[in-house]
């Protein structure tokens, strides 16, 4: 290969690609379902009302170098339906710099997939564009019914999610090395289509109704020609500011925000959300012969608002009051007892320290440590005292962002999009060896990552000289 092609393959760089990818993702999502609109412009007008009443948060997320990413953050989810198309979008989403992070099983809460996070895991490429889509794999061999789970094979190997053009552009990248800016244009738009909604099924109407009464989600999954965006989220500093609000702008929030409760130092991920749209579909006629009308639900409007990775010691104690307080209050699946349960989590959560000096020194999260102004003026000597640097002011502390997804939230989120009385149940049934073999590569260990960081963020600090 010549020193010129090399060049040219490398001009832009995975995170450029990323960027691009998303902001047309975010376009197109807009045109598809207005209401997402509507939550960008809400949650902009939240975002902007905390900073402004908050310089302190302002001030941090700045010295932080957190505040750009904030408009600019959102995460997709897509479902899949074969492991040829997990594999394939594997690596589609490498060429952007994403790669797939932790495991989750989400058929113990009734959902027959299980899923990965596609995200970029170094600091420096999330603090270009944190983008992430949730990917989950449908669960054939979930389905109870023999005959049904052939017809669902058969419609699913006759399908290609990718274009032919988007194929080549990830041989090429796979081959030298990346993309220049022309082929990197031509693979935002061809990668774009594998995400559009079509509103023409793939299945006859009495075969989607089948797959329906199975699972939603599955119908969902089986029925179309690819795996249509089904949501896209923006990233609020106050989601219970944004929870109050959307009924304002005329959507209709979900009852309860998953996750944790409110609290004055964030953790991990919350999340709400608008029902699912129904929207009008073209069904194939039984005897082939023409189209007929019906619906689907399946798209919807998501909000989250993150705060800092745990490390397994504070994840642990998550796990355990998340577990508590369900069963001192169970969520009912029409919300009829939000306002109960969101009392009983608040109750449950409170041994868990709410203040980052108390979370760091309990070792319950992630910190990245940074010189202060005053550090960058008088640099420690290598090796000094982490602690000691603190406490003298030469270096300052801030909460790792949380960059994955919460397994009891994911599932809540699709159960109460799906619609209320679709909770039906898949025997738990883990298996990240399969879903591995699926894939074609391991899944990377999430508290690997935020170790990484703030050991990074460590040695930067007492080497500063």
């Known amino acids: 290969m010549s020193v010129q092609t090399i060049t040219r393959a490398v001009a832009i760089g995975p995170d450029a690609i990323r960027t691009l990818f998303s902001s047309a993702m975010s376009e197109m999502y807009r045109t598809e379902v207005p209401a997402y609109q509507t939550l960008v412009e809400l949650v902009e007008e939240v975002n902007a009302a905390v900073l402004a009443a908050d310089p302190a948060e302002r001030h941090r997320l700045e010295a932080a170098g957190g505040l750009a990413r904030i408009t600019e953050e959102r995460h997709g989810a897509i479902r899949l339906g074969t492991a040829q198309e997990l594999s394939t979008m594997r690596r589609l989403f490498a060429v952007m710099g994403m790669h797939p992070v932790g495991y989750y099983d989400l058929s113990e809460a009734g959902v027959p997939v299980h899923s990965t996070a596609f995200r970029p895991v170094d600091g420096e490429a999330l603090s270009r564009n944190p983008f992430r889509v949730f990917t989950s794999l449908l669960r054939l061999d979930l389905i109870a019914d023999e005959a049904l789970r052939r017809e669902a094979e058969q419609v699913l190997a006759g399908r290609n999610i990718f274009t032919p053009g988007c194929l080549a552009l990830i041989e090429k990248a796979e081959a030298e090395g990346g993309l220049d800016e022309e082929d990197a244009g031509r693979f935002v738009a061809e990668a774009l289509e594998t995400f559009r909604w079509h509103s023409r099924a793939n299945v006859p109407l009495d075969l989607y109704n089948r797959l329906h009464d199975a699972h939603r989600l599955i119908a969902d999954v089986v029925s179309f020609k690819g795996p249509h965006i089904n949501h896209l989220t923006p990233r609020t500093l106050d989601i219970d500011a944004v929870q109050r609000m959307m009924p304002e702008k005329g959507i209709a929030p979900k009852a309860v ?31 082939g012969d023409g189209w007929r009308s019906g619906v689907h639900t399946a798209r919807f409007g998501e909000i ?94 801030d909460p790792v962002v949380y ?16 619609g209320d009385d679709s909770q039906q149940d898949f025997t738990a049934s883990p298996n990240q060896q399969r879903f591995e073999a699926d894939l074609g590569a391991p899944v990377l260990n999430p508290f690997d990552l935020y170790a990484e960081i703030e050991r990074a963020s460590i040695a930067a600090c007492v080497a500063a000289k």
């Open 257 to 287: 925000v998953e996750g944790p409760p409110t609290r004055r130092c964030p953790i991990l991920l919350r999340q709400t959300s608008f029902k699912a749209l129904s929207e009008p579909v073209d069904f194939r006629a039984s005897d």
């Open 304 to 397: 989250e608002q993150r705060g800092i990775a745990l490390t397994p010691k504070g994840r642990a104690l998550y796990d355990t009051l998340l577990q508590d307080s369900r069963r001192l209050v169970a969520p009912a699946a029409d919300g009829s007892n939000a306002a109960q349960y969101m009392a009983a989590l608040q109750e449950v959560f409170a041994p868990f320290p709410d203040s980052w000096d108390e979370i760091r020194r309990q070792e319950l999260g992630y910190f990245a440590y940074s010189l202060t102004k005053a550090g960058r003026s008088n640099p420690p000597a290598p090796g000094s005292d982490l602690e000691t640097l603190i406490e003298i002011g030469l270096v300052r502390f």
């Open 403 to 418: 960059e994955d997804f919460l397994p009891v939230s994911a599932a809540g989120i699709f159960q109460s999009n799906l």
